[in-house]
Structure formats: structure tokens, C-alpha cells
């Protein structure tokens, strides 16, 4: 078995994943300025968690509208159409952090080398 692991750098993520699962994984720390606003978007096949560590967002998600306050997080299930902004006075800071399954052939690769 391979093994594998992550590291995390300022903006720049690498891959993660284990034997079992081989999950992708992003995360990237934001500083968001006041009225910044991010178009609606969705990811067919990605979760994504936001974690609000200060700031105030307006984040929409699935016909929704919450006020989100640092320290707060919402998590946002692959294929909902989402969008935010800063609707506070000041910087928020956010951590994205995206991860997705990779496709099944892999999984089914993985196997049969597993078994061989």
C-alpha cells in the first residue's frame, strides 16, 4: 500500500488521500474586503465548508440567505448553487476548504491491485 499525506501552505494545498477513500482536498485562507461580493457558482462533485474566523458574510445557498459572524461555519453539499459577500465593516477572514471523491474507476483500480 501507498502511503500518502497533505501539507498545507498558505494558499497552495497538495493531495490527501488514504487507501481506502482517495479524497482530494483544497484549502485556501481568505481576506475579504468590504462589499466584495462572490457570483453565484456550484461544484458538481465538491463539498465545500467555509469557516468564518472574523468578519461578517452574507452567504446564499440553496435559495437562502444566512448572516454568518466570525466564528461561524456553513458547508455547502456538491451540486448547491452558493454565493457570498462582505457585508460587514471590516476584513473577513474565511478558510475555504474543498474536497471531492475522486472518480470510481480509481477506487475500482485500487482494488484490484489490492488483490493481486
Known amino acids: ?5 497533505f501539507l498545507i501552505a498558505g ?15 483544497r484549502a485556501t485562507l ?19 465548508l467555509f469557516y468564518i474566523a472574523s468578519g461578517t458574510l452574507e452567504f446564499m445557498a440553496g435559495g437562502a440567505v444566512l448572516p454568518l459572524t466570525g466564528p461561524d461555519h456553513v458547508r455547502v453539499p ?3 448553487v452558493h454565493a457570498w459577500r462582505n457585508v460587514g465593516n471590516e476584513t ?13 474507476f ?5 482494488c ?3 488483490a493481486a
Open 92 to 104: 473577513a477572514h474565511v478558510l475555504v476548504r474543498t474536497s471531492r471523491p475522486a472518480p470510481a
Open 1 to 5: 500500500m501507498r502511503e500518502r499525506a
Open 11 to 25: 494558499d497552495q494545498a497538495a493531495l490527501i488521500a488514504n487507501d481506502i477513500s482517495d479524497m482530494r482536498y
Open 30 to 48: 481568505l481576506h475579504v474586503p468590504v462589499g466584495m461580493q462572490v457570483p453565484a457558482r456550484r461544484h458538481e462533485s465538491a463539498e465545500t
Open 106 to 110: 480509481r477506487m475500482i483500480r485500487a
Open 112 to 114: 484490484i491491485e489490492y
Open 78 to 80: 456538491p451540486g448547491m
